[in-house]
């Protein structure tokens, strides 16, 4: 593991100020903490777009995860610039990534990721970034998708583990793909075998390599990876690579005033 450098305690009501022109902040709400007048209260911050894409999710799991992930993103970009949580608004790109209209952003670039129980919001300023979260609790039968959407040498190294070896190994290659293609912007337009990741042994860092089909350099890039619960795993991309050098961990109810900093970190894991 990299030496750890504490930051100062957030301060929860100007957390504003604990954003680094170089750092970024992980906000995560995991769904047992929200209660259902908060959820109503969250319903009231939906624009009429994000009102019509909730009520047209069939599967509850599915509508918690996007109507907490909608009140996460507001009321947490509300934190670094004088807007109101309800009155931001949002545009996506081509294939789906949501950015902030007009001079509301003022810099402010975020990447949003849900999975069952977490919500997960990375932010940060003038900078490429992604992120993306797992539950790790899943058939062993998901396991084979390594085949069908990884690089042969990751489903190589995926599948040399057994157990929760195993498990722990899938969804890291997993999390760090999503991390990258979203911090790219282009979801799956981008050939998911046209880059690899591999840890190291010693470190668990994870490094990136580009093949035919992915125009990139590495060196644009850094990685880290985290595990929030027992549950679920976190990766994280961001460009240029010095972004990662103040990342910040927080654990919040959109809303309620709560924000525990849970890990505050210097460099790359
Ligand atoms: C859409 C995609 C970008 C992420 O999907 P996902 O992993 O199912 O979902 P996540 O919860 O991590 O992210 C969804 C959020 O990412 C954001 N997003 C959507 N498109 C995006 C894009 N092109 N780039 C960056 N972010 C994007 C949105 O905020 C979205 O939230 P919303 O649905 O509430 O609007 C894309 O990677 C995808 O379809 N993946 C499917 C899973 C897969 O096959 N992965 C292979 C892994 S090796």
Same mark, same amino acid.
């Given at each position: 593991m990299p030496p750890r450098t504490a930051l100062p305690p957030i301060d929860p009501i100007k957390s +504003? +100020? =604990?954003? !680094?022109? #170089?750092g970024v902040a992980i906000w995560l709400t995991f769904l047992t903490d929200i209660g259902e007048s908060e959820r109503a209260a969250y319903r009231g911050l939906l624009d009429p777009h994000e009102t019509e894409r909730h009520d047209r999710y069939k599967v509850a799991g599915a509508r918690d995860e996007f109507l907490v992930g909608r009140a996460l993103v507001r009321t947490t970009l509300s934190r670094y610039r004088d807007? +109101? !949580? +309800? =009155?931001w608004r949002f545009e996506t790109n081509r294939h789906g990534r949501p950015s902030i209209v007009g001079e509301a952003a003022g810099g402010l670039v975020f990447n949003l990721s849900h999975t069952r129980g977490l919500v997960a919001l990375a932010v940060s300023r003038g900078c490429e970034i992604g992120i993306d979260v797992e539950a790790v609790g899943r058939e062993s039968a998901t396991f084979d998708l390594a085949g069908r959407y990884f690089s042969p040498t990751e489903a190589e190294w995926v599948r040399a583990a057994t157990g929760p070896a195993l498990a722990e190994r899938f969804f890291a290659v997993w999390t760090l793909k999503e991390a990258y293609i979203k911090a790219r912007g282009m979801g799956l337009a981008l050939p998911l075998d046209g880059f690899s990741f591999a840890l190291d042994d010693a470190t668990d860092r994870p490094t990136i390599a580009f093949h035919e089909g992915c125009q990139d350099d590495p060196a644009r890039w850094a990685f880290l990876r985290r595990r929030v619960s027992q549950d679920h795993r976190l990766a994280f991309a961001a460009?240029? !690579?010095?972004?990662? #050098?103040a990342v910040r961990v927080l654990r919040t109810v959109p809303l309620s005033g709560s924000v525990t900093d849970i890990d505050a970190t210097d460099g790359a894991s």
């Amino acid at each position: 593991m990299p030496p750890r450098t504490a930051l100062p305690p957030i301060d929860p009501i100007k957390s +504003a +100020a =604990d954003l !680094p022109e #170089n750092g970024v902040a992980i906000w995560l709400t995991f769904l047992t903490d929200i209660g259902e007048s908060e959820r109503a209260a969250y319903r009231g911050l939906l624009d009429p777009h994000e009102t019509e894409r909730h009520d047209r999710y069939k599967v509850a799991g599915a509508r918690d995860e996007f109507l907490v992930g909608r009140a996460l993103v507001r009321t947490t970009l509300s934190r670094y610039r004088d807007v +109101a !949580p +309800a =009155d931001w608004r949002f545009e996506t790109n081509r294939h789906g990534r949501p950015s902030i209209v007009g001079e509301a952003a003022g810099g402010l670039v975020f990447n949003l990721s849900h999975t069952r129980g977490l919500v997960a919001l990375a932010v940060s300023r003038g900078c490429e970034i992604g992120i993306d979260v797992e539950a790790v609790g899943r058939e062993s039968a998901t396991f084979d998708l390594a085949g069908r959407y990884f690089s042969p040498t990751e489903a190589e190294w995926v599948r040399a583990a057994t157990g929760p070896a195993l498990a722990e190994r899938f969804f890291a290659v997993w999390t760090l793909k999503e991390a990258y293609i979203k911090a790219r912007g282009m979801g799956l337009a981008l050939p998911l075998d046209g880059f690899s990741f591999a840890l190291d042994d010693a470190t668990d860092r994870p490094t990136i390599a580009f093949h035919e089909g992915c125009q990139d350099d590495p060196a644009r890039w850094a990685f880290l990876r985290r595990r929030v619960s027992q549950d679920h795993r976190l990766a994280f991309a961001a460009s240029p !690579p010095d972004r990662i #050098n103040a990342v910040r961990v927080l654990r919040t109810v959109p809303l309620s005033g709560s924000v525990t900093d849970i890990d505050a970190t210097d460099g790359a894991s």
